[in-house]
């Protein structure tokens, strides 16, 4: 179920004039633990209107969850948006909610959902240096908060970005690569 829905985030996007999404391949190393996982993230709108939509998909070894739904942009710096979706767990309703805002060199991107599973949350701020550096924090519920680092090539659609989250003493380290699409 969680690949039909890639498969048909990805197709609808190509109807929008503003397309951004990206595929990250994370490596997460929690102690000595290593825990590999992906997730799609999407959001679209159109020069003329202040709705779009956004998805988000993410899967580890031992979980997934997929949702997604409207955006709305009352400017060009600022977009929230709440959306419904699946997971795996007993309960399978899941949902979740994005609110972006940035300008100039700077963004925060927030990712609030609950359902079945329970609460999570991801925070993003970021200050881009030039085009293809940034330094920022992370705060991500059951990892941590702390700096994050993004490399981004210049002639490639590819980010490398780390991040260091502490988490009741222990160190947490985030190693992921980024396609943007």
Do not use: C
């Not at 949702?67 to 942009?73: A, C, E, F, I, N």
Request: glycine share 8%.
């Amino acid at each position: 179920m969680i690949r039909f829905l890639i498969i048909i985030i990805i197709s609808t996007s190509n109807l929008y004039s503003k397309n951004t999404y990206a595929i990250e391949i994370k490596n997460l190393f929690v102690d000595e633990k290593y825990v590999p996982a992906f997730d799609v993230f999407t959001m679209h709108s159109t020069d003329s209107e202040k709705l779009g939509y956004f998805s988000w998909v993410f899967a580890n070894e031992v979980w997934a969850e997929a949702y997604g739904g409207l955006t709305y942009m009352p400017t060009s710096y600022f977009q929230i948006g709440l959306g419904i979706g699946i997971e795996k767990a007993d309960n399978p309703l899941r949902i979740g909610s994005m609110i972006w805002a940035g300008k100039q060199n700077w963004s925060v991107l927030t990712l609030l959902e609950n359902g079945g599973s329970g609460y999570w949350h991801q925070i993003n701020a970021i200050y881009r240096f030039n085009k293809n550096i940034g330094i920022g924090f992370m705060k991500e519920e059951f990892t941590g908060f702390g700096p994050r680092l993004e490399f981004l090539f210049s002639n490639l659609p590819v980010q490398v970005w780390t991040s260091f989250l502490q988490l009741d003493g222990n160190l947490n380290t985030y190693f992921t690569i980024k396609f943007l699409l």
